[in-house]
């Protein structure tokens, strides 16, 4: 990310939000048969979920940050960038956060 000019203060700006703002997700992803579903968003889930949260950082990059909650405590799993529409549209619903 280094590389495309991205503030590093705005990833950590991202992190802090999915930190203090669990509900305010762009896309719930439940647990189905023994994964996730990557590629729809629901509206509820029956058993076990996790959340997706997608921020756009600036005109080329934009992040996904996947994060559960666990024991009252919010896990973040992973993060990352993505530059395709079509992932944008799967994995986030269209919904983007601002920082």
Known sequence: MRN?????EKICDALNFVRNNIDKYSCLQCYISGDYDTGNCATSCIVKFRKSFCFDLNSVIK??????????????ATFFPVTRNKDFERKCGNRFLHI
């Open 63 to 76: 992040i996904i940050v996947i994060a559960e909650e666990y024991g009252g405590k919010v896990i973040m």
């Open 4 to 8: 495309n000019l991205v503030d590093e």
